[in-house]
């Protein structure tokens, strides 16, 4: 039988035996209680009535759930972080996504996601007037803290990004990804976001006098 579940307001359709596939999970133990209302016969399984389930989580990390669960295999898009999949692992109880995630991160996961180590962001800022990073990849990168006066990361990808407590006045994240960026208590005075994705992104406490956010 063909499930149809609801996640964030998006729907999935599987098979009753791919939520089933690891014992004691959420999905498997949701799949097992609409066995008694899901009709046993043995015609194609797309032809069978969909029952369905709703969750009230974010479908973009629900993707790779399902997919593991098809395949095996850990695959994720470009947008979705590792802590967001290890999120749900835990929530839907699947002990082997959760290794999945544990040994990517171990493999160094983070390495091919950041163009600049925290180290080498603070040599940039130090020595070079421009202060530019513009269009990199710096991703889930730690930089709370940190002296980024004026610095330019226009265009940058900056997902999962940690700001927090750092000095950014007049610094530019015009057409930048800061989607689920971190800016708590940081010195955003004058700093430009004009076209800049800010999803999730946490300004709790943060100083935003005279900045622009136009088209954000």
Excluded at 117 to 125: D, G, P, T
């Amino acid at each position: 039988p063909i499930i149809s579940i609801c996640v964030g307001g998006l729907e999935f359709k599987t098979l009753l035996s791919t939520l089933k596939k690891h014992e004691g999970s959420l999905l498997a133990d949701s799949a097992l209680s609409l066995q008694s209302s899901v009709p046993t016969t043995t015609s194609s399984p797309t032809s069978q009535e969909d029952h369905k389930l709703f969750f009230d989580r974010d479908p973009r990390y629900f993707c790779s759930v399902l997919n593991f669960l098809r395949t095996g295999k850990l695959i994720y898009d470009e947008g979705v972080s590792l802590d967001g999949i290890a999120e749900e692992a835990e929530y839907f109880r699947i002990e082997p996504l959760m290794n999945a995630v544990r040994t990517r991160r171990e493999h160094g996961a983070s390495s091919v996601t950041c163009d600049l180590s925290r180290e080498k962001v603070i040599w940039v800022a130090a020595n070079s007037d421009r202060r530019s990073f513009r269009g990199l990849r710096l991703r889930n990168l730690d930089m709370t803290k940190l002296d980024l006066m004026g610095a330019n990361f226009c265009k940058a990808d900056l997902y999962g990004a940690k700001f927090d407590e750092a000095d950014m006045i007049h610094a530019r994240f015009s057409d930048a990804n800061l989607e689920n960026v971190s800016f708590r208590g940081a010195n955003l005075a004058y700093t430009l976001f004009h076209n800049a994705r800010l999803m999730n992104a946490d300004f709790t406490g943060a100083n935003l006098h005279g900045a622009q956010l136009q088209g954000a």
